[in-house]
């Protein structure tokens, strides 16, 4: 009986098809096996696909990677679990559809698998959680369940309305393990007339409130209706170097040569980037207000914008990957070099690896700017600068407090467990809850509900 159970196991633990899921499914109740879930298992800074439980049975399902629809007349994509970024642009393209998919900033996950897990992307619809418009679930008893629109038979509204009458189900299967989700449906940024890339910098630590404030402010008033992503001066050297390139001594760069970097490098301290789309003239007149805004608000900071337009909309692939990428739905592999960050070129031996604790904090500057003075020197006790970023919607930012080490100095490895608990208290003191966290670490945060 142990090697049939075993055979049935090594022939559907990657499923092509929700009649060979509901197989393993059924063979995992009738032996009480525990199932670990993933669509292609690259959240790899959160886990990946290792399951937190042990004796589980890694259900992997990157065979079921069908694009089912893309719909360029109202906007939307129809996908299964091993679908990627890479995978649902290069559909689009193909097919010619008049869409931009938003994109994580790491191409080869999957469409489903991060937004399930609350992922994001960089475009207008970068909350991609938010634009799911109906899922179909496969529960444990094998039943499937759409919800939605999506649970009508034959509706024409099935992926362009969340609701129907009665309760809306969608969030049950948000990080959890409630079900698994065979389809997805995505709205997706219709291909704009315009569009233009916009910067704003700033030049010192303590600007930070003052542009939160003011962008926060035009999120909320629409001024702005896209994300607007913040990254700290050391996240913007990691993307392009290592430390030992920019300085040679032990532990985190200190602010002396920050600010030398500062200077040799043209950045400001902290940088803001996002998207305007739609008619060139609304873009262009969105751009206008925001440049008198920050010029009476951030009087020091500075301002640019690339536009790009065309009467048959704009192609994605056709904006220089400085002014597009991701910010354009073309998935890409730009963050990959940050985890290198910590290894010097000289360190053969050296492996790379990452983390990041990621509170949700109100979008208020005293609030963001206290939060970095607080962290600041937790990082800088375990050896690492505050590498952070977050990403701004109307009335909350999700904070990403990155560190990255070498995972074969032990030293480094409990510093930076250190670290991160660390920053866990320091959230559960102000209240904040978080974003989204490490298999190893989801106890920790269940345990913060009252």
């Not at 931009?100 to 080869?108: D, E, F, Q, Y």
């Not at 960089?122 to 939605?148: C, K, P, S, W, Y």
């Not at 608000?297 to 065309?310: F, M, R, V």
Request: glycine content about 10%; charged content about 20%; overall charge neutral.
């Amino acid at each position: 009986m142990a090697k049939c159970l075993t055979s049935t196991l090594m022939t559907f633990h990657s499923p092509h098809t929700t009649d060979q899921l509901k197989e393993v499914l059924k063979v995992a109740n009738k032996y009480a096996i525990p199932l670990w879930t993933f669509s292609r298992g690259k959240n790899l800074g959160y886990g990946g696909p290792a399951p937190r439980v042990n004796g589980s049975v890694a259900l992997d399902l990157h065979r079921m990677n069908k694009v089912i629809e893309v719909n360029d007349e109202f906007h939307y994509a129809v996908v299964e679990p091993g679908v990627t970024f890479i995978d649902l642009y290069n559909y689009c393209v193909e097919h010619k559809k008049k869409v931009w998919p938003s994109t994580a900033s790491l191409g080869w996950g999957s469409v489903m698998g991060n937004t399930l897990d609350r992922g994001m992307g960089f475009g207008a619809h970068f909350v991609h959680h938010q634009n799911i418009a109906g899922l179909e679930v496969m529960l444990a008893d094998g039943d499937l369940v759409r919800t939605g629109q999506f649970g009508i038979t034959n509706s024409p509204s099935a992926f362009l309305s969340k609701f129907t009458f009665g309760p809306s189900i969608e969030g049950l299967f948000l990080q959890s393990n409630m079900g698994v989700v065979t389809k997805l449906s995505m709205w997706l940024q219709p291909q704009p007339e315009a569009y233009m890339l916009c910067t704003f910098s700033m030049p010192e630590f303590e600007d930070l409130e003052v542009i939160v404030d003011a962008f926060g402010e035009m999120r909320r008033n629409n001024t702005i209706n896209s994300l607007v992503w913040f990254s700290s001066l050391v996240e913007t050297l990691c993307i392009s170097g290592r430390r030992s390139d920019y300085w040679k001594g032990e532990g985190a760069i200190p602010d002396w040569r920050l600010e030398e970097l500062k200077k040799e490098t043209g950045y400001g301290h902290w940088y803001a980037r996002w998207g305007l789309y739609g008619p060139r003239r609304v873009v262009q007149a969105q751009f206008e207000e925001i440049k008198a805004v920050m010029s009476k608000k951030a009087p020091t900071g500075g301002i640019t914008g690339a536009l790009y337009d065309s009467e048959g909309g704009v192609v994605a692939a056709d904006v220089p990957i400085e002014h597009g990428g991701m910010f354009v739905g073309y998935p890409q592999m730009w963050s990959l070099p940050l985890i290198s960050w910590p290894i010097p070129r000289d360190n053969v031996g050296g492996k790379p690896a990452h983390g990041d604790y990621a509170p949700i904090i109100p979008s208020k500057g005293k609030l963001l700017l206290e939060w970095m003075k607080d962290s600041k020197p937790l990082c800088e006790a375990a050896g690492v600068e505050l590498m952070a970023d977050f990403f701004m919607m109307e009335r909350h930012v999700v904070l990403m407090n990155m560190f990255t080490w070498d995972q074969t100095d032990v030293t480094q490895k409990e510093k930076m467990e250190k670290l991160y608990y660390g920053l866990h208290e320091l959230a559960k003191k102000s209240g904040y809850g978080m974003y989204r966290a490490h298999v190893n670490h989801m106890g920790e945060f269940l345990r913060m509900r009252g």
